[in-house]
């Protein structure tokens, strides 16, 4: 069984549409988390849920919503795609809700492609 | 504010060949450091951590890191380097509380025979 596991794995869409992305763990975890990939790999935390509650929000446009509807799912809508959105989006999840005592499980990512 | 940087965006190796991947963090406090390896189109994997404690760490798949605090570094180790430690390698630090990880550029680490 996949740790943490996303859908879809490839999206490819035309700008200004609106796409969801799904991530589910089923490690009992309490903290979820949504990360982004750009071109070049770097990796920047854009939300955090802890049992459905959004703890972390990063500077992340409006245009980005996630949603929690239980602490085992994480979703990630984002409306209005704009070329700026490609990027590999990264589901992960730990145990704590401070990370130094414990660790991230990351899914294998999202690629989405905004043409 | 809390930062990573790994000065080397790409390193070869040959294989057999020892390693060294370089982080630098910049943290207010003591910090929580990682490092993570992404084999291509996969995941995040957790390598090692330090929070405290002896400051050099042992991890999965043969790698070690030392923590130096006077320089302000936390660099991954590896004696022997194989076909299969090529990957996207991602230093990145934490604080207490934080609830975040700060992560580096990432160091892709390619190995020929």
């Known amino acids: 069984d996949t740790a943490v596991s996303q859908t879809p794995k490839y999206l490819v869409t035309q700008m200004g549409n609106d796409k969801s992305i799904k991530c589910e763990q089923n490690l009992g975890h309490d903290t979820m988390y949504w990360y982004k990939q750009d071109s070049k790999k770097f990796l920047k935390i854009m939300f955090s849920y802890n049992n459905k509650e959004l703890i972390i929000n990063e500077t992340v446009p409006n245009r980005f919503s996630p949603k929690s509807p239980d602490k085992a799912h994480l979703n990630l809508h984002i409306n209005s795609l704009e070329l700026g959105d490609s990027a590999v989006y990264f589901c992960?999840?730990?145990?704590?809700?401070?990370?130094?005592?414990?660790?991230?499980?990351f899914g294998e990512g999202s690629r989405l492609t905004v043409l | 504010a809390q930062s990573v940087t790994q000065p080397d965006i790409h390193i070869t190796v040959s294989e057999g060949a020892s390693l060294e991947l370089r982080c630098n963090y910049s943290?207010?406090?003591?910090?929580?450091l990682f490092w993570y390896v992404q084999s291509p189109g996969q995941g995040l994997q957790l390598l090692l951590k330090?929070?405290?404690?002896d400051t050099l760490v042992q991890g999965i798949k043969g790698f070690e890191a030392e923590f130096k605090r006077s320089q302000s570094s936390f660099n991954l180790r590896k004696p022997s380097v194989h076909w299969s430690d090529a990957a996207e390698y991602f230093c990145a630090v934490a604080g207490w509380g934080g609830g975040k990880l700060i992560f580096g550029q990432g160091t892709e680490l390619s190995v020929k025979p």
């Open positions: 330090y929070f405290s404690g």
């Open positions: 943290y207010g406090a003591t910090p929580y």
């Open positions: 992960a999840s730990s145990q704590a809700r401070d990370l130094p005592t414990g660790e991230l499980f």
